[in-house]
């Protein structure tokens, strides 16, 4: 998870719920392509990038 340029926090979705006192429903929504079109690409806003694992 990033604000901008700066790194909060990395981790399993629970993980990254908990350190960044954010709800599953509100990550969840971030990780949409709807998140990006409505907040484009603030520094203040938070991004949360999703990495597979294969």
């Known amino acids: 998870m990033y604000q901008g340029d700066h790194f909060i926090t990395e981790g399993t979705i629970l993980e ?3 350190k960044a006192n954010q709800s599953l429903y509100w ?3 971030m990780l949409a392509p709807s998140y990006e079109k409505v907040y484009g690409n603030s520094t203040k ?3 949360l990038i ?3 694992e294969e």
């Open 16 to 18: 990254v719920s908990e």
């Open 27 to 29: 990550l969840w929504c």
């Open 45 to 47: 806003r938070l991004r």
């Open 50 to 52: 999703r990495i597979d």
